[in-house]
């Protein structure tokens, strides 16, 4: 086998490897995905797919598709060090999040609410199916922003009450998406009519 039929092989994985994870998280199917994705491979080979991971994991990126065509057409110089960075600070919030939902980041336990109204708990089903329908309110980069790493604590005299590892992601969902978030609690059932996201001191 030559040279030129290995890099071949090579650049039809890549290529289909990359625009299957463009279709599935590029939903705006008017869009000219294939073409922008057949380019930047040509001009970029194998930096294109990182180009496309840092338009979809990146929480700072609002439309993954504009600023994936955004990239593709700058020069050479392309600096992703910030937007990898910010993706493995993202994910190692959601890891800490994980290991342990009642501790925040500085070590203090979060404080537990009661709940008191009929018809919301903290069965994990219940926030499942919140988390559901949450994440179908708004877009997939503003769900994994602002609102993925949120957890319930209780709901407390119709205040539903949830937490976030740090004060600026609890200010920053609030601030970003209170409203939706109470709508959506309504809509699965919850007796709700204010918000609070605490977060460690």
Not at 37 to 52: D, G, N, P, S, T
Not at 105 to 114: A, I, K, N, P, S
């Amino acid at each position: 086998m030559s040279r030129a039929t290995v890099e071949k092989l090579a650049y039809d994985e890549l290529f289909a490897s990359g625009w299957e994870l463009i279709r599935q998280n590029f939903p705006e199917v008017s869009r000219n995905h294939h073409h922008t994705w057949e380019w930047a491979v040509k001009r970029y080979h194998w930096r294109a797919l990182i180009m496309v991971v840092v338009a979809i994991e990146d929480p700072s990126v609002r439309k993954p598709h504009s600023y994936f065509g955004w990239l593709a057409l700058k020069a050479e110089g392309i600096d992703l060090a910030d937007n990898l960075a910010l993706i493995q600070w993202h994910r190692d919030q959601q890891q800490r999040r994980l290991d342990d939902d009642t501790v925040g980041e500085d070590g203090d336990e979060l404080e537990e609410v009661t709940i008191t109204d009929a018809g919301a708990t903290a069965a994990p089903a219940e926030w499942e199916k919140f988390r559901e329908a949450l994440r179908g309110a708004v877009s997939l980069v503003e769900f994994r922003s602002w609102l993925d790493p949120l957890s319930f604590v209780g709901i407390n005299e119709g205040q539903l009450v949830l937490s976030a590892p740090t004060r600026f992601l609890a200010q920053s969902a609030e601030n970003r998406a209170g409203p939706i978030i109470l709508n959506v609690a309504r809509a699965i059932g919850w007796k709700v009519h204010l918000l609070d996201i605490r977060s460690p001191s």
